[in-house]
């Protein structure tokens, strides 16, 4: 199995009869395992509508999801829960902490929740790796944006999941911040041999990636490898222009 | 406040209607709480009742039903102050004589009237008043004819307690059976020998004669239906008190309220002051969202309110407590009243709860997470102080009380002063709360998943937000258990005195004393007539009774009972404390119907709550009551109930003694007071539940489960209902122990175990419930889009 997720003819329809909006229209890709995907698109395009069917927040009007061989049609929301809780990673653009637990407590939240035990030194390197040694007991109130999503990437890495998915995980960090977090989840990707998938709207966010998707009015619409930020601009240009 | 503000504040409300919702259904129900209670205040007040039996009659000469008294003011002017007379005073015969030789006088119909079983009796003397005509047959002459009116559907030979009907008037009247007897029937069966209740005189009369008072028009209504005067005594007083009481928990709940949708609108009005509205600007702003949804709220709650009322009174005449001929009162007044309380409540709250919105800097509450402050501002510990001391000397006060009618608007007051007193050291319960409630979730966490480590640290970090919902919660358990147990206090005590008193006799109301006495087996027969006497205006309620030692155990505790007849006096430790009279002192006493008696204290006797703080010998008080049937209380140690209820005579039935119905609309009304406590419960849980909408989309999406949330939920809502009915039960405690002090003598309350069992439950039912449904409503919604959306 090299493909951590498999999208195969995957439609989302919102609505019902004539209001109906076709968010998803018949989306086949695979993720290969160890790689780092940016998605991006115009507005409404589909993006976050691709990465919440993706990773199982979301249900396809149609078609078939497997994560890392597992097929989610037909699963529960206890079911879909637990097993985001094992196997996928979320990064989101607000941060999304809990502001009643600390660094630590954060963390090791989905650990908890599974009931599964946490292991020190699996945590620790953690900690080290997202830069956050020293922080262990401070709540997210007390953190600059850019350590409050490294306490994130941080909780999505715990379980060891099949994919660690990011919604515009830079999308409300400046410039540097965001630099800092772009260049940690690339070294996920390198250094822990992590699956990374990016929903951005950012150039040169997405030139991080190993590849790029483009999606426009629900579809794939090209894609790109070796992406830096001016190719991805000029593409993304030539999307609106052709939308 | 600057037309911009208003219409922002407009603006405001009809973009953020959820926010609001709360605040709204607290002042709709307060506004139509304060609104029933005015109305029935008004109704006492104003209340008018319809002559009846007087109607035909222009003018109407009776006794004084009143106990006059100057009373001096202080400032060397004297006041003559005014009570109802708890019988009806009678008329002497030498006043109709004085009416009869009045010039201008044509006629003058007297009257007598006396309670005969559920009739009210009459002699055919009195026909004339009304008037009633005979329909059929002819009027009573022998002592066992009667005419009944037209509504008893008994015909003309029928039989009624062992009289004849020998004629059928035409007419009936609203709100009365009548039966007439023959005249001089009906003046023995009345027990006022010499005396009459009233005269008509025809065809009118200028003024009243020398001891008499004379009622015309409308004031024949009183006259007829003293007890409509009596309860509408008891509604002035009972509806101002209750009318005072839901203010104030309004007033408390609304500010609760308003305090919870200005926590979590704390970034809409930092930011508004962030982009450069100056703090006042945001003050008034809230102010102004205040008084309109206190306008909004207040104007259809007060209509309902006239609802409220108008069954909060059938429901009185329905317990008896209201005359039904006592017609509710229904005027703009109470609904005017009720508006501008629950504006001036909104507004008041609203403008609290902004004060403490305006002390945070802007950059602080617009901060992403913003962190619970957590010192308690001075205003905040003064307030407390203020108010524990408040308590404090409430509880004194109220421990030194042994009137029923002072005792019971203080204990309410005292229940609410402490209450108010936690609600504003709410945040310091809430850490103490965690402190100790913090670890036992923790471990509950360990042990069954992660939810109780997350109510736990919820708790930790936000104990504010437990703060919020503690008040309404306290407040419902510290009221209800108050309301319910003063009354199973004072009852399990009366109940107590009166069965140790009783010594085991057998009461048998309505039974005739003579063949009870004559019974094989019967030791000794007691009289018993329940009355009241007054003390100056004071009111004390009283027994009259033909001592026995073997049936009647006052418990004495000073003089002796010995030879207690005719002159004689004895008085609870209560009233003789109250008076300042001790046994051989002379006092004065006024008898129900007016009369005046000085008498001398025999014995003082503790069982006052069982027998009343005044027992009077049974002569003196015989001629002075209106029902002179009374009930006797029979020592009968070889006999059960059964067999003398058989071998009883007359009506007697082994009953006990006829309920008062004042419990009960104490229950009735104060009940109402429960239900929006209640209302503020579910209310405050709710807005606090959905105002979580986010956090619990966060906790979804980092893996937790629906049930894992739900349980936390759960727990959390646990935790606030074991802190509010601790603090709830130790207020309604101190409060209970002060109530009993002074009224039964004993500091320790009864409460039955399974009452209070069904008050904890019935708080923690309400509590689960209003927080899981709306966790259960926002977890609804995709986690991912909720998290979006905020």
Redesign the interface.
């Known amino acids: 199995m090299t493909e951590a997720v498999r999208l195969d003819a995957v439609s989302k329809v919102y609505g019902k009869g004539q209001g109906a909006v076709a968010a998803l229209r018949e989306v086949s890709v695979g993720i290969p395992r160890g790689s780092f995907t940016a998605v991006m698109g115009p507005s409404g395009s589909g993006k976050?509508t691709f990465l919440?069917c993706a990773a199982g927040?979301?249900a396809p009007s149609s078609g078939s999801v497997r994560l890392g061989g597992t097929e989610l049609a037909g699963m529960g929301?206890?079911e879909l829960?637990?097993l985001?809780?094992r196997r996928v990673g979320?990064v989101?653009q607000?941060?999304?902490?809990?502001?009643?637990?600390d660094v630590v407590?954060n963390v090791t939240?989905?650990l908890?929740?599974?009931?599964a035990g946490v292991r020190r030194d699996r945590l620790e390197e953690i900690l080290r790796r997202v830069g956050l040694e020293g922080r262990a007991g401070h709540?997210?109130?007390?953190l600059s944006g850019g350590q409050q999503q490294r306490v994130a990437i941080a909780?999505a890495l715990i379980t060891e999941p099949e994919v660690v998915f990011g919604d515009e995980p830079t999308g409300a960090l400046d410039t540097m911040t965001a630099r800092d977090v772009l260049r940690l989840l690339r070294e996920v990707v390198d250094g822990l041999g992590q699956t990374v998938v990016m929903v951005t709207h950012d150039p040169l966010a997405a030139s991080y990636a190993d590849t790029v998707l483009f999606l426009a009015d629900g579809r794939i619409v090209d894609s790109m490898t070796a992406p830096s930020p001016e190719r991805v601009a000029g593409r993304m240009t030539g999307l609106g222009a052709w939308k | 406040m600057s037309t911009v503000t208003i219409r922002f504040a407009v603006r405001t409300l009809r973009g953020r209607k959820g926010a609001f919702a709360g605040a709204f259904v607290a002042l709709l129900c307060a506004a139509a709480l304060v609104c029933a209670c005015l109305m029935l205040l008004e109704t006492g007040l104003r209340g008018a009742v319809a002559p009846e039996r007087y109607a035909g009659a222009p003018a109407i000469v009776a006794a004084d039903q009143y106990v006059r008294k100057s009373v001096d003011k202080g400032d060397g002017e004297t006041k003559v102050k005014a009570k109802p007379l708890s019988e009806r005073a009678w008329l002497p015969a030498s006043v109709v004589e004085t009416l009869r030789r009045t010039p201008g006088v044509a006629e003058v119909v007297t009257e007598v009237t006396f309670p005969f079983g559920t009739y009210t009796g009459h002699g055919w003397e009195s026909a004339g008043l009304t008037p009633f005509t005979i329909a059929r047959g002819r009027a009573p002459r022998a002592d066992d004819e009667v005419v009944v009116d037209a509504r008893a559907g008994l015909a003309v030979g029928a039989r009624l307690h062992g009289h004849r009907v020998v004629g059928v008037t035409a007419q009936a009247l609203p709100s009365q059976d009548t039966v007439f007897f023959s005249t001089a029937r009906a003046r023995r069966l009345a027990g006022h020998p010499g005396m009459v209740s009233a005269a008509g005189v025809f065809p009118g009369l200028a003024r009243a004669p020398e001891g008499a008072v004379l009622y015309t028009g409308q004031e024949r209504g009183r006259l007829e239906f003293l007890d409509a005067e009596q309860a509408r005594v008891k509604l002035i007083s009972m509806g101002g008190a209750l009318a005072g009481t839901s203010l104030l928990v309004a007033v408390l709940v609304v500010v609760g309220t308003f305090a919870l949708s200005i926590q979590q609108r704390r970034r809409e009005l930092a930011m508004l002051w962030a982009v450069a509205a100056t703090p006042a600007q945001v003050r008034g702003l809230v102010g102004g969202e205040a008084l309109l949804v206190g306008v909004l709220a207040g104007v259809p709650g007060a209509a309902a309110g006239i609802g409220l009322g108008l069954w909060l009174h059938a429901t009185f005449v329905a317990l008896g407590a209201t005359p039904a001929n006592l017609q509710p009162v229904v005027s703009p007044f109470p609904v005017l009243a009720a508006l501008l309380s629950t504006v001036g409540a909104a507004w008041a709250a609203a403008r609290v709860s902004a004060r403490r919105l305006t002390r945070i800097r802007p950059v602080e509450a617009l901060?992403?997470?913003?962190?619970d402050d957590r010192r308690l501002p001075w205003w905040r510990w003064v307030a407390g102080a203020v108010l524990l001391a408040g308590g404090t000397t409430l509880s004194l006060v109220l421990s030194g009380l042994d009137t029923e009618a002072a005792a019971t608007p203080v204990t309410m007051l005292t229940a609410l002063v402490w209450t108010v007193a936690v609600a504003v050291l709410g945040p310091l319960l809430a850490r103490a709360a965690v402190f100790v409630i913090g670890p036992l979730l923790a471990g509950a966490g360990r042990r069954g998943?992660?939810s109780g480590?997350?109510a736990a640290?919820?708790l930790?970090?936000?104990p504010g937000a437990l703060g919020a919902v503690l008040s309404p919660l306290t407040l419902m358990v510290a009221m209800t258990c108050t309301i319910l147990f003063s009354q199973t206090t004072m009852g399990a005590a009366a109940g107590e005195q009166a069965a140790a008193g009783t010594r085991g006799a057998h009461a048998l109301p309505g039974a005739a004393f003579e063949e009870a006495g004559r019974l094989p087996g019967v030791e000794a027969v007691t009289r018993v007539l329940r009355t009241s006497v007054r003390f100056g205006l004071d009111k004390y309620p009283a027994q009259a009774v033909t001592y026995d030692p073997r049936t009647l155990d006052l418990g004495v505790e000073a003089g002796s009972m010995d030879g207690f007849g005719a002159g004689s006096v004895a008085l609870s430790g209560a009233a003789a404390g109250r008076l300042g009279v001790g046994p051989g002192d002379r006092v004065r006493l006024t008898l129900g119907d007016g009369t005046p008696a000085a008498l001398t204290v025999a014995a003082v006797y503790s069982r006052g709550l069982g027998f009343g703080d005044v027992t009077l010998p049974y002569e003196l008080a015989a001629g002075h009551v209106d029902d002179p049937a009374g009930t006797l209380l029979v020592s009968a140690p070889s006999l059960t109930a059964e067999a003398l209820r058989a071998a009883a005579p007359g009506d007697a039935s082994v009953a006990a003694a006829p309920v008062s119905a004042d419990p009960q609309v104490a229950f009735v009304a104060l009940g109402l007071i429960i239900a929006f406590t209640a209302i503020a419960v579910v209310n405050t849980l709710a807005m606090a539940t959905s105002g979580r909408a986010r956090?619990l989309a966060?906790?979804?999406?980092?893996?937790?489960?629906?049930?894992?949330v739900l349980r936390m939920v759960r727990l959390e809502t646990l935790a606030a209902v074991l802190t509010s009915v601790l603090a709830g039960s130790a207020i309604a405690l101190v409060t209970l122990a002060a109530f009993g002090a002074g009224m039964t003598g004993s500091a320790v309350p009864y409460v039955p175990p399974a009452a209070y069992a069904l008050v904890v439950g019935a708080a923690a039912a309400l509590a689960l419930l209003a927080t899981a449904v709306p966790a259960r409503l926002s977890l609804r919604t995709?986690?991912?889009e909720a998290?979006?959306a905020?």
């Open positions: 976050s919440h927040l979301d929301e206890t829960t637990e985001r809780r979320f989101f607000a941060f999304n902490l809990i502001s009643a637990l407590e939240l989905p908890r929740l599974a009931g709540r997210p109130g007390q909780r | 901060g992403a997470a913003a962190i998943g992660a480590f997350l640290r919820n930790r970090a936000a956090e966060v906790l979804r999406l980092a893996g937790t489960t629906r049930r894992q995709r986690s991912a998290v979006s905020a």
